[in-house]
């Protein structure tokens, strides 16, 4: 069994971080054939330089009958392979009409201990998420526009103090081209959060991220 390695030595990186850029890696397979495959993102410092990857664990039967609302495991491991956060999201409701059973992620950072949860908060309107830490406490907000199909543009999701007034950052979904967002499901994503952040929180950050790209931007190209 493999060590995780600890926290201190994990998170040097992202601890240095206010600005994380999140690349889904192209699926030529995806293009081709019109069918979801396992997503697999490089998670980016802004020079462009990767510091960890992520890959998306779950059945065929899940992504293509559950998309996007499938339950997924992602593992993020550091550039010497050991894994470093483990993204957990099971198999729930988004619609308004479910205001019971709504979307939650759990993050462990290392593996096997909590960092902090995303929860989708009931609104008729606009997406709206809260970060809580390792504790359930609530630490952030994150509120989407309400349109998130992003023609041309990036779309932003806020992130805000617990009174939905001070923003104190944003998740970005770049805008990626035409052919991009034709053929592909691919998205580029910018994460960006005060340096002094906790880096538990951080780390919750990157879940949202995930969280908010198959609910919004993972549209099923096989038509399920």
């Not at 790209?213 to 549209?219: G, I, P, R, S, Y």
Request: with cysteine; proline share 6%.
């Amino acid at each position: 069994t493999q060590t995780s390695p600890r926290p201190t030595i994990l998170f040097i990186l992202l601890k240095q971080l206010d600005q994380i850029i999140i690349h889904q890696q192209v699926e030529l397979l995806e293009a081709i054939l019109g069918r979801e495959t396992s997503s697999k993102y490089e998670i980016k410092n802004p020079l462009g330089q990767r510091v960890y990857f992520a890959v998306e664990e779950n059945g065929c039967c899940d992504r293509g009958l559950c998309s996007p609302l499938r339950p997924f495991t992602i593992r993020i491991a550091d550039n010497a392979g050991r894994e470093v956060i483990r993204v957990t999201r099971p198999l729930r409701c988004s619609s308004c009409c479910f205001p019971c059973f709504l979307q939650e992620l759990e993050v462990q950072s290392p593996p096997g201990t909590i960092a902090g949860y995303v929860v989708q908060n009931w609104d008729p309107f606009l997406p709206k998420f809260t970060i809580r830490n390792q504790s359930k406490e609530d630490v952030l907000k994150i509120i989407g526009p309400c349109a998130t199909c992003g023609c041309f543009e990036d779309v932003d999701f806020e992130v805000k103090a617990l009174n939905e007034m001070t923003a104190i950052g944003k998740i970005s979904k770049y805008w990626s081209g035409f052919v991009n967002n034709v053929f592909t499901n691919t998205a580029n994503f910018g994460i960006q959060v005060p340096v002094d952040l906790d880096v538990r929180i951080k780390a919750v950050m990157i879940g949202a991220c995930f969280l908010i790209d198959l609910m919004f931007f993972e549209n099923s190209l096989d038509g399920l």
